[in-house]
């Protein structure tokens, strides 16, 4: 998205602290050129004694949704 408007990732998602904003931008810099580099993000989460593995999800819509936020709402789970 940021190649398509030629903005910093953080430009785009509106962070405004300088520092925030370079750690944003490395961050996704980082996962980038993984990603060029032929892996596959890999947003499944496990717990602290690392034993249970929640679902993997393939997109961060998909991860987002899980966490109530949809259509630009966030919709709190109870």
């Known amino acids: ?3 398509l408007y030629h903005e910093r990732p953080s ?3 509106g962070i405004d ?3 925030t904003r370079y750690c944003f931008d490395e961050a996704v ?4 050129s993984r990603m060029e580099n032929g892996e596959k993000p890999n947003f499944s989460i496990k717990d ?4 249970i593995e929640k679902p993997h999800y393939s997109k961060m819509s998909d991860l987002y949704k899980s966490m109530g936020f949809s259509c630009g709402e966030y ?4």
């Open 17 to 19: 602290d300088n520092y």
């Open 48 to 51: 602290n004694k690392g034993t």
């Open 1 to 3: 998205m940021s190649k």
């Open 75 to 78: 919709k709190r789970q109870m």
């Open 11 to 13: 430009n785009i998602i």
């Open 29 to 32: 810099t980082y996962i980038i």
